[in-house]
């Protein structure tokens, strides 16, 4: 999923569900393309306290929830090294599902707020 354009709460309540999806799909993985590469992470060398303009706010929202375990019932255990969060997107490595519904819905994700 592309977030380019979204909004931060359109991101806060679109991503568990498109993760939840997955899952249930059986995929293996999800993608998360949030931008803002040239925003390092809290705490990152050479990133600064601020980066203005809200940018990077979507990645760490996204990082929070795989770091927190908030997708705990859906994603790998982050001990596995499944996952692969880089600097433009992530990639959440899902668990096994042993019965993947062929009727599962996707969320409808409306359009994004920006652009």
Same mark, same amino acid.
């Given at each position: ?17 498109? !993760? ?9 993985? !999800? ?81 994004? !707020?920006?652009?």
């Amino acid at each position: 999923m592309d977030w380019h354009h979204y909004s931060l709460d359109q991101v806060d309540t679109w991503a568990d569900r498109i !993760v939840e999806a997955a899952w249930e799909h059986g995929y293996a993985y !999800v993608e998360f393309v949030h931008g803002a590469p040239d925003i390092g992470t809290r705490g990152s060398f050479g990133r600064k306290d601020n980066p203005g303009g809200g940018r990077g706010t979507i990645k760490q929202l996204l990082r929070k929830r795989l770091f927190g375990n908030r997708w705990h019932r859906w994603a790998r255990e982050l001990r596995e090294g499944k996952h692969r969060v880089e600097e433009g997107h992530m990639l959440i490595a899902l668990r096994d599902n042993p019965g993947p519904a062929k009727r599962a819905k996707w969320p409808l994700i409306p359009p994004p !707020v920006h652009g």
